[in-house]
């Protein structure tokens, strides 16, 4: 009884310590900026509760992704059709010298052959068929009817060729008819677009930074996001939350699109981070050893190191997952239409299945984001859409100026899934009166005459997948942060006891 007796104010004296020492983290981390991050989970201290902007959860999106989704979509994008994405990484930077290739072997991708791509050769391509005015009414095109008896040349003769001059204008009209409906310019015909196999290609840390990366988010964040006012503080580029409620609605869904993205890319490369070039033991992996990096999450994200801003950046990638996840329920009679071919028909046949059952349950989610409340009414309507459009196609251009191939592959391939996601929230032929908005569905007459690319499809679901992987990402972090708080603490009590 007596060592029990003596045991107690020891583990007292832990409590107030404990609770003292607390007081003094949160009070330094609110005043001034830690060279270090701090072991807490200040990360994730206020990440709960409702978005804004919508009517959804934090907590919400947690279970039904990383219960639901997360399994669906990861396997998903490891078939076939989705694996391999056509890009051109040779674009120049059209905005200035690209004057900062990354030398790191982590940087280059390995691109494919047309021939190993399943189903190139017996379909993949039929979609590229060239069906502008200008190609259907050339001369080249017309068919030879002298071999119809009843026909009469001579009565019936309609000149059906147009001029080069007249070729060259409506093919003007149909680069203005496509960029008035779609957000990224797509650059997977160009000559120099090659496939990539993205499972051989993998997201992560490739040591790319520096004034060529930051100039890349600064560009973005500065000149191409909508903002209520200059920010004050030259290396924080970023809209201020204190700010973002004096922007409208629509300008407001645009930057946090943009923030949850570029929180989401944060992320991918936290968990996939080098963490050795060589592993232990004699047999080291090719790739090196890779894996998720604590210190460098907690320098992007503890609220200390940001502003207290970072809570805002993870919301935002809640938002931009309701954002793309409510496209893909819209589309969803089309995309349960679309035949998925690679030239294997079991194949095609489990991705159709698969892309069907996740689809269901995307429609079970009972709080998708409203699109409808947005471009709404006044006469400056029509003016704002057009900003909202030139303003995302530029960001999808500022893609070819970064300086590692891989980056720019993900960076290309996330932005032009975005942006097939805003094409099918807020394009005009993709709106219909006939829609049902309590399930979020468009009638499927919509899949005869407005298609989307294949290279739009792979891009959309890689993209909520990569989404998806983020969020269940940040539930492996906080497990972390909290296993490492409980260990601080037990060391600690141990320290004073002894």
């Known amino acids: 009884m007596a060592r029990t007796s003596t045991e107690m104010p020891q583990k007292s004296y832990c409590v107030v310590f404990i609770l003292f020492a607390l007081a003094i983290v949160q009070a330094v981390g609110y005043d001034t900026e830690l060279t270090k991050p701090c072991d807490s989970t200040a990360c994730f201290d206020e990440l709960h509760g409702s978005l804004g902007d919508c009517s959804c959860k934090v907590d919400t999106i947690d279970f039904f992704n990383n219960v639901k989704i997360f399994p669906r979509i990861q396997s998903i ?32 991708i390995k691109t494919c052959t047309k021939e190993s791509v399943p189903g190139y050769e017996t379909g993949y391509n039929n979609e590229y068929v060239d069906e502008t005015p200008a190609t259907k009414y050339s001369k080249e095109a017309q068919s030879d009817c002298k071999s119809d008896l009843d026909h009469d040349p001579q009565l019936s003769y309609l000149n059906m060729t147009i001029s080069a001059a007249n070729q060259y ?45 930051h100039r890349i988010w600064r560009s973005i964040y500065q000149e191409n996001c909508f903002r209520p006012k200059l920010n004050p503080y030259e290396s924080f580029p970023y809209v201020l939350s204190s700010d973002l409620s004096n922007l409208c609605l629509e300008k407001r869904v645009f930057y946090r699109a943009i923030s949850g993205l570029h929180t989401s890319i944060n992320i991918h490369l936290c968990s996939k981070f080098l963490l050795s070039e060589k592993s232990l033991g004699f047999v080291a992996p090719p790739e090196g050893e890779w894996g998720p990096n604590l210190e460098e999450f907690q320098r992007r994200f503890d609220p200390s190191q940001t502003m207290g801003e970072s809570t805002n950046w993870l919301k935002n990638l809640y938002f931009v997952y309701l954002l793309e996840m409510r496209a893909l329920a819209k589309a969803g009679p089309y995309l349960e239409q679309e035949e998925y071919f690679t030239g294997n028909p079991t194949e095609d046949e489990e991705t159709r299945q698969a892309i069907s059952n996740m689809l269901g349950v995307i429609y079970s989610f009972p709080e998708h984001f409203n699109e409808s409340s947005m471009f709404k009414g006044g006469s400056q309507v029509e003016t704002l859409k057009n900003e909202f459009r030139d303003h995302f196609r530029n960001i999808s251009r500022i893609m070819d100026c970064v300086g590692c191939d891989k980056c720019k592959l993900w960076g290309k391939l996330q932005t032009q899934g975005l942006g097939t996601a805003l094409k099918i929230l807020f394009s005009d032929k993709w709106n219909s009166p006939e ?26 679901f890689n993209a909520f997948a990569r989404l998806s992987n983020s969020i269940r990402e940040l539930e492996n972090f906080r497990i972390m942060l909290r296993s490492n708080r409980d260990e601080s603490l037990f060391v600690t009590c141990q320290l004073i006891e002894v």
């Open 77 to 108: 994008v490891t078939k076939d059709y989705f694996r391999f994405y056509k890009v051109n990484l040779k674009k120049e930077c059209p905005f200035w010298a690209d004057d900062s290739r990354c030398a790191m072997k982590y940087c280059h």
């Open 169 to 213: 204008e409506i093919a003007k009209w149909k680069v203005h008819d496509d960029a008035h409906d779609n957000f990224c310019e797509s650059d997977d015909r160009d000559a120099d677009a090659d496939y990539v196999d993205l499972t051989l290609n993998p997201e992560r840390y490739t040591g790319y930074k520096g004034p060529s990366a």
């Open 435 to 460: 829609a049902d908005p309590s399930s979020g569905k468009l009638p499927l007459r919509h899949k005869s005459h407005k298609k989307l690319q294949r290279t739009e499809i792979v891009a959309l």
